[in-house]
């Protein structure tokens, strides 16, 4: 029902005139990010230049309210970007979602705000679930603190925050000042939505409390002056994803996937939605590389192989490192003990101390660049 009805919107849209450009909405690019819900609800973005009549907006929206299977309309205005060439083909920007807003809004929420006694800011996230994202993230600030940084540690994956079982702190925080004092644990600072609630509670949340969340750990939680700020993400391209962009600047993200197809066709969409959101990707992590064995230490590609190889070529990003799978990481993970501290010499800890290094010189690079 989806597409045919965006079929038909850009269709009607197709018949109104922009009075400025004397091309209909679609084809001057006016309108953009139509997204539907299977309830009849249509949500689009129309950018409108400073001399344009705002009418404009009543227009369209009447003209989308009188197609058969609408139930509501609501029309988002920005400011029209001169310099953005219309898109070659109208239609092809509709975004079908299947909740009540677009999963990936083009129109920029409220400016981000900057939070420079957090460092660098680091986004963990990854295209699907199971491919070891919170390891990643978890061993990544361990390793940045034993290089002596100081860094904070962000459990923003309000699903299923596993962070207090692998750093192996779980109580309530404490609260001073109305500021929350995050627990600390392998020399970095944590927070999570796990010390919040019961183990068994579920998190039935929608965009506006997971949105409140995030907002209150970066504001009001005192977190000090940090060197680096690790933010565990949930899989996906969702809330979790879109609120921490448009709250704060975040220098980079970096994208974990196994070498299995399935995952890294997850990652790769990851990795457009944080280009679309202008974030910079900082580099693919592939998890689960090979299966050593513990007695002749031959490798075994048992997922596959290659996967984060090619995916980095194809977006042309750097490979960061590729981490085997030892059953020790997962022992480390279960037990609040990340292998980076549990087994400095193992083969996956060494693989997670260089992907450390790495994503240290990324950030480098991109500062540098920045400022000349």
């Known amino acids: 029902m989806a597409a045919t009805l965006q079929h038909r919107i850009a269709e009607a849209l197709g018949r109104v005139r922009h009075p400025r450009t004397g091309r209909d909405v679609m084809e001057s690019g006016a309108v953009r990010d139509i997204a539907t819900t299977t309830s009849?609800?249509?949500?689009?973005?129309?950018?409108?230049?400073?001399g344009d009549d705002p009418a404009l907006a009543r227009v369209i929206r009447q003209t989308v309210e009188q197609l058969e299977g609408v139930a509501d309309v609501t029309v988002d205005v920005a400011a029209a970007k001169q310099s953005a060439p219309p898109p070659a083909k109208?239609?092809?920007?509709?975004?079908?979602?299947m909740d009540d807003r677009p999963a990936q809004q083009r129109v920029p929420a409220p400016t981000p705000v900057a939070y420079p006694n957090?460092?660098?800011?680091?986004?963990?996230?990854?295209?699907k679930g199971g491919v070891g994202k919170s390891t990643v993230a978890v061993n990544l600030a361990v390793a940045l603190a034993q290089q002596g940084a100081r860094v904070g540690l962000m459990d923003a994956d309000i699903y299923g925050p596993n962070i207090p079982l692998m750093m192996g702190v779980n109580e309530p925080p404490m609260v001073i000042q109305e500021r929350i004092i995050p627990l600390e644990a392998h020399g970095v600072k944590v927070i999570s939505l796990g010390f919040l609630i019961d183990r068994d509670q579920p998190a039935i949340w929608r965009g506006p409390i997971i949105m409140k969340i995030i907002t209150?750990?970066?504001?009001?939680?005192?977190?000090?002056?940090?060197?680096?700020?690790?933010?565990?993400?949930p899989p996906g391209t969702g809330d979790?994803?879109?609120?921490?962009?448009?709250?704060?600047?975040?220098?980079?993200?970096?994208i974990v996937t196994t070498p299995q197809e399935v995952s890294v066709g997850d990652a790769l969409r990851g990795v457009k939605m944080f280009e679309r959101v202008t974030v910079p990707v900082?580099?693919?992590?592939?998890?689960m590389s090979w299966f050593e064995c513990p007695h002749c230490g031959?490798?075994?590609?048992?997922?596959?192989?290659?996967?984060?190889?090619?995916?980095?070529?194809?977006?042309?990003?750097?490979?960061?490192?590729?981490?085997?799978?030892?059953?020790?990481?997962?022992?480390?993970?279960?037990?609040?003990?990340?292998?980076?501290?549990?087994?400095?010499?193992?083969?996956a800890a060494r693989a997670l101390v260089g992907i450390a290094g790495r994503i240290v010189e990324r950030v480098g690079e991109r500062v540098a660049a920045a400022t000349n």
């Open 118 to 127: 957090l460092g660098k800011i680091i986004a963990i996230s990854s295209g």
């Open 298 to 347: 031959k490798p075994s590609p048992i997922f596959g192989s290659g996967g984060g190889e090619r995916l980095a070529k194809e977006l042309e990003l750097p490979l960061l490192g590729q981490i085997p799978l030892y059953q020790r990481v997962m022992e480390g993970g279960d037990r609040g003990a990340p292998i980076v501290a549990a087994e400095p010499g193992s083969s």
């Open 40 to 50: 009849g609800r249509v949500r689009l973005t129309l950018q409108l230049a400073p």
């Open 90 to 97: 109208p239609a092809g920007r509709a975004l079908p979602v």
């Open 240 to 254: 979790a994803q879109l609120t921490l962009v448009q709250a704060t600047q975040v220098t980079g993200a970096v």
């Open 216 to 233: 209150q750990f970066l504001r009001d939680v005192a977190w000090g002056t940090l060197d680096y700020f690790v933010v565990d993400l």
């Open 282 to 287: 900082l580099g693919i992590v592939e998890n």
